[in-house]
């Protein structure tokens, strides 16, 4: 597919949070789907509705994914409602409850096959460097082997592009703030509420990231 003379070449894994928005934000112009799962999680419903609102912005195509069979069959508070999710700081012991059995490995593998069937080269996902250590399938290590396994898998090649891999979320909300991004327009919260609750390992994160990048948080928070 090509855009103004530019290859769009390129499948994103979009959540709506603040990383996969930047990352739309940011590639746009070589990114021809955005892919948005539907796994079950607290706060599935709310991101699905930002990611869908980026899309529409950008003009690129969003298809919405279901995976129910993760919210029926797998373990992690992230699908079992919002008192389940841990308060506190984005740490290792304090979110790994959190944890969705290799979640992105099964979006990859899903994403992998539509970049096939659309004859698109790359998947995009943005991963960062503090979801290291809580999240196994977040590592390097993990999407490096991804990756391998997509090429050697397709006829096309595919590939994972993976580029804040080794960079903080603060960097990535500095990059956003350059592209000129309102990240009131995204959502971060596990617990899924209609405010964000300011409390959980990802709001913290969230509100740390901004203001670490000089971004005034415009983002609703329950009192």
Do not use: W
Request: hydrophobic content about 35%; overall charge negative; glycine content about 10%.
């Amino acid at each position: 597919m090509t855009f103004n003379g530019m290859e769009k070449d390129s499948v994103i894994v979009l959540s709506g949070g603040m990383d996969s928005v930047t990352l739309l934000h940011e590639y746009k112009d070589i990114i021809a789907l955005a892919l948005t799962f539907d796994y079950g999680s607290n706060h599935n419903k709310r991101e699905i509705a930002c990611a869908a609102n980026h899309c529409k912005e950008l003009g690129i195509k969003h298809i919405v994914i279901p995976l129910e069979f993760m919210g029926q069959y797998f373990k992690s508070s992230l699908l079992s409602g919002a008192d389940a999710i841990p308060e506190g700081d984005y740490a290792e012991e304090n979110m790994k409850s959190t944890v969705v059995p290799f979640r992105n490995g099964i979006m990859l593998a899903v994403a992998c096959g539509m970049a096939e069937s659309y004859d698109l080269k790359k998947v995009m996902l943005a991963n960062h460097f503090g979801d290291h250590s809580i999240y196994p399938d977040c590592r390097k290590s993990f999407v490096d082997a991804m990756s391998l396994a997509m090429t050697e898998g397709t006829y096309c090649g595919v590939e994972i592009f993976a580029p804040y891999t080794g960079i903080s979320k603060t960097d990535i909300a500095r990059h956003g703030k350059s592209l000129g991004i309102d990240y009131s327009t995204t959502y971060s919260c596990y617990k899924g509420g209609e405010k964000h609750c300011g409390k959980c390992g990802t709001c913290c994160e969230r509100i740390e990231a901004l203001r670490a990048a000089g971004i005034e948080d415009t983002t609703v928070y329950e009192e």
